[in-house]
Protein backbone atom coordinates (compact mmCIF):
# COMPACT_ATOMS: atom_id res chain seq x y z
CA UNK A 1 0.00 0.00 0.00
CA UNK A 2 1.23 3.49 -1.12
CA UNK A 3 1.11 5.93 1.63
CA UNK A 4 1.67 9.44 1.84
CA UNK A 5 3.99 11.06 4.85
CA UNK A 6 0.92 13.19 6.31
CA UNK A 7 -0.62 9.15 5.80
CA UNK A 8 2.10 7.50 7.59
CA UNK A 9 2.04 9.84 10.58
CA UNK A 10 -1.75 8.62 10.83
CA UNK A 11 -0.73 5.14 10.50
CA UNK A 12 1.74 5.75 13.25
CA UNK A 13 -0.65 7.45 15.35
CA UNK A 14 -3.42 4.94 15.19
CA UNK A 15 -1.15 2.35 15.66
CA UNK A 16 0.60 3.77 19.22
CA UNK A 17 -3.11 4.90 20.05
CA UNK A 18 -4.30 1.73 19.55
CA UNK A 19 -1.91 -0.20 21.28
CA UNK A 20 -2.12 2.37 24.79
CA UNK A 21 -5.88 1.19 24.76
CA UNK A 22 -5.47 -1.87 23.87
CA UNK A 23 -2.62 -2.38 26.75
CA UNK A 24 -5.33 -0.25 29.53
CA UNK A 25 -8.40 -1.40 28.63
CA UNK A 26 -8.18 -4.70 26.95
CA UNK A 27 -8.79 -6.04 23.12
CA UNK A 28 -12.40 -6.59 23.96
CA UNK A 29 -13.21 -3.39 26.04
CA UNK A 30 -11.62 -0.99 23.43
CA UNK A 31 -13.57 0.01 20.52
CA UNK A 32 -12.01 2.01 17.36
CA UNK A 33 -14.44 4.73 18.29
CA UNK A 34 -12.29 4.83 21.46
CA UNK A 35 -9.43 5.08 19.73
CA UNK A 36 -10.40 7.84 16.89
CA UNK A 37 -11.37 9.80 20.42
CA UNK A 38 -8.02 9.41 22.22
CA UNK A 39 -6.10 9.61 18.62
CA UNK A 40 -7.98 12.04 16.35
CA UNK A 41 -8.73 10.85 12.72
CA UNK A 42 -11.32 9.47 11.57
CA UNK A 43 -12.66 5.52 11.68
CA UNK A 44 -12.19 5.71 7.70
CA UNK A 45 -8.52 6.06 7.87
CA UNK A 46 -8.58 2.89 10.26
CA UNK A 47 -10.80 0.96 7.90
CA UNK A 48 -8.58 1.96 4.90
CA UNK A 49 -4.93 0.93 6.62
CA UNK A 50 -6.33 -2.08 8.94
CA UNK A 51 -9.40 -3.02 7.08
CA UNK A 52 -11.08 -3.79 10.97
CA UNK A 53 -9.77 -4.15 14.65
CA UNK A 54 -8.54 -7.33 14.23
CA UNK A 55 -6.28 -6.39 11.94
CA UNK A 56 -5.38 -3.33 13.59
CA UNK A 57 -4.19 -5.70 16.63
CA UNK A 58 -1.97 -7.94 14.48
CA UNK A 59 -0.44 -5.17 12.70
CA UNK A 60 0.22 -3.74 16.01
CA UNK A 61 1.24 -7.22 17.50
CA UNK A 62 3.44 -7.87 14.48
CA UNK A 63 5.10 -4.31 14.61
CA UNK A 64 6.45 -5.67 18.36
CA UNK A 65 7.62 -8.41 17.07
CA UNK A 66 9.68 -6.85 14.61
CA UNK A 67 11.16 -4.52 16.56
CA UNK A 68 12.18 -7.47 19.53
CA UNK A 69 13.64 -9.08 16.80
CA UNK A 70 15.76 -6.19 15.75
CA UNK A 71 16.70 -4.82 18.83
CA UNK A 72 17.77 -8.85 19.58
CA UNK A 73 19.64 -8.80 16.37
CA UNK A 74 21.85 -5.29 16.29
CA UNK A 75 22.69 -6.09 19.88
CA UNK A 76 24.04 -9.70 20.56
CA UNK A 77 27.59 -10.72 18.79
CA UNK A 78 26.98 -13.38 16.70
CA UNK A 79 31.25 -13.39 15.44
CA UNK A 80 32.37 -16.91 14.75
CA UNK A 81 35.57 -16.28 16.76
CA UNK A 82 33.41 -16.26 19.95
CA UNK A 83 32.48 -19.87 21.27
CA UNK A 84 29.03 -21.11 21.73
CA UNK A 85 29.28 -21.08 25.18
CA UNK A 86 30.18 -17.34 24.89
CA UNK A 87 27.59 -16.67 22.26
CA UNK A 88 24.53 -18.34 24.42
CA UNK A 89 25.62 -16.49 27.51
CA UNK A 90 25.38 -13.25 25.58
CA UNK A 91 22.31 -14.13 23.65
CA UNK A 92 20.73 -15.57 27.21
CA UNK A 93 21.41 -12.25 28.65
CA UNK A 94 20.00 -9.73 25.61
CA UNK A 95 17.19 -12.13 25.43
CA UNK A 96 15.91 -12.24 29.32
CA UNK A 97 16.26 -8.36 29.28
CA UNK A 98 13.57 -7.82 26.72
CA UNK A 99 11.41 -10.79 26.93
CA UNK A 100 11.37 -10.34 30.82
CA UNK A 101 10.89 -6.35 30.64
CA UNK A 102 7.50 -4.85 31.83
CA UNK A 103 6.52 -4.16 28.79
CA UNK A 104 6.86 -7.52 26.82
CA UNK A 105 5.28 -9.15 30.11
CA UNK A 106 2.53 -6.40 29.50
CA UNK A 107 2.35 -7.19 25.44
CA UNK A 108 2.53 -11.07 26.50
CA UNK A 109 -0.50 -11.04 29.18
CA UNK A 110 -2.73 -9.07 26.54
CA UNK A 111 -2.04 -11.36 23.22
CA UNK A 112 -1.84 -14.66 25.40
CA UNK A 113 -5.59 -13.08 26.72
CA UNK A 114 -6.90 -12.56 23.55
CA UNK A 115 -5.49 -15.77 21.31
CA UNK A 116 -7.33 -17.86 24.09
CA UNK A 117 -10.68 -16.38 22.59
CA UNK A 118 -9.96 -16.17 19.14
CA UNK A 119 -8.39 -19.14 17.27
CA UNK A 120 -7.38 -17.43 14.10
CA UNK A 121 -5.61 -14.51 16.36
CA UNK A 122 -3.83 -17.60 18.49
CA UNK A 123 -2.50 -19.31 15.30
CA UNK A 124 -1.75 -16.02 13.97
CA UNK A 125 0.70 -15.43 16.67
CA UNK A 126 1.80 -19.18 17.70
CA UNK A 127 4.32 -18.82 14.70
CA UNK A 128 5.22 -15.42 15.50
CA UNK A 129 5.53 -15.47 19.24
CA UNK A 130 7.80 -17.83 19.90
CA UNK A 131 10.05 -19.00 16.79
CA UNK A 132 10.18 -15.87 15.23
CA UNK A 133 11.99 -14.30 18.42
CA UNK A 134 14.42 -17.32 18.66
CA UNK A 135 14.69 -17.15 14.99
CA UNK A 136 17.95 -15.33 15.76
CA UNK A 137 19.55 -18.12 17.32
CA UNK A 138 17.99 -21.02 15.28
CA UNK A 139 20.10 -19.18 11.98
CA UNK A 140 23.51 -19.54 14.42
CA UNK A 141 23.21 -23.07 14.95
CA UNK A 142 22.49 -24.47 11.30
CA UNK A 143 25.77 -22.01 10.51
CA UNK A 144 28.19 -23.69 8.64
CA UNK A 145 30.89 -23.34 11.37
CA UNK A 146 28.79 -24.21 14.01
CA UNK A 147 26.95 -27.04 13.01
CA UNK A 148 29.60 -29.66 12.74
CA UNK A 149 29.74 -29.10 16.41
CA UNK A 150 26.41 -29.91 17.63
CA UNK A 151 24.51 -33.10 17.56
CA UNK A 152 22.43 -33.76 15.06
CA UNK A 153 18.98 -32.00 16.51
CA UNK A 154 16.34 -30.44 14.86
CA UNK A 155 18.40 -26.36 15.11
CA UNK A 156 14.80 -24.44 15.55
CA UNK A 157 13.71 -27.07 18.51
CA UNK A 158 16.64 -26.09 19.68
CA UNK A 159 16.32 -22.52 20.00
CA UNK A 160 12.97 -22.73 21.61
CA UNK A 161 14.41 -25.20 24.11
CA UNK A 162 17.24 -22.65 25.02
CA UNK A 163 14.89 -19.73 24.70
CA UNK A 164 12.42 -21.40 27.00
CA UNK A 165 15.07 -22.22 29.66
CA UNK A 166 16.09 -18.40 29.40
CA UNK A 167 12.84 -16.50 29.92
CA UNK A 168 11.09 -19.52 32.45
CA UNK A 169 9.40 -19.38 35.26
CA UNK A 170 9.99 -15.42 35.45
CA UNK A 171 8.36 -14.53 32.50
CA UNK A 172 4.86 -17.10 33.16
CA UNK A 173 5.13 -15.52 36.79
CA UNK A 174 5.25 -11.97 35.63
CA UNK A 175 2.19 -12.91 33.12
CA UNK A 176 -0.31 -15.24 35.20
CA UNK A 177 0.34 -13.72 38.43
CA UNK A 178 1.70 -10.12 37.85
CA UNK A 179 4.84 -10.88 39.53
CA UNK A 180 7.70 -8.26 38.94
CA UNK A 181 10.98 -9.44 37.98
CA UNK A 182 13.39 -8.50 40.60
CA UNK A 183 16.75 -10.18 39.92
CA UNK A 184 19.55 -8.46 40.71
CA UNK A 185 22.69 -8.45 37.79
CA UNK A 186 24.99 -10.81 39.77
CA UNK A 187 21.88 -13.26 39.68
CA UNK A 188 20.66 -12.58 36.20
CA UNK A 189 24.18 -13.32 34.97
CA UNK A 190 24.26 -16.42 37.63
CA UNK A 191 20.86 -17.57 36.28
CA UNK A 192 22.21 -17.22 32.36
CA UNK A 193 25.52 -19.18 33.52
CA UNK A 194 23.49 -22.29 34.82
CA UNK A 195 21.03 -22.17 31.96
CA UNK A 196 23.78 -22.35 29.30
CA UNK A 197 25.54 -25.06 31.32
CA UNK A 198 22.69 -27.02 31.90
CA UNK A 199 21.66 -26.82 28.18
CA UNK A 200 25.86 -27.85 27.09
CA UNK A 201 26.57 -30.31 29.20
CA UNK A 202 23.15 -31.89 30.81
CA UNK A 203 22.99 -33.04 34.26
CA UNK A 204 25.10 -35.56 34.40
CA UNK A 205 28.48 -35.60 36.70
Known amino acids: MNISEKGKKRYEIIMQTGLELFLEKGYEHTSLSDIVAKGGGSLASVYKYFTNKEGLFAAIMEKNFDDFCKDLDEKVNLKPSKSLEEILYRFGLLYFDIFCKPYSIALSRLIISEC ?86 GIYK
Open 116 to 201: YKNKELGERFNVNIIKRTCGILTKYFSRDDVAPHIKEYDYEELALKFCALIREPYHLSGVILGEDINLSETQKEKMIQSVVDLFLH
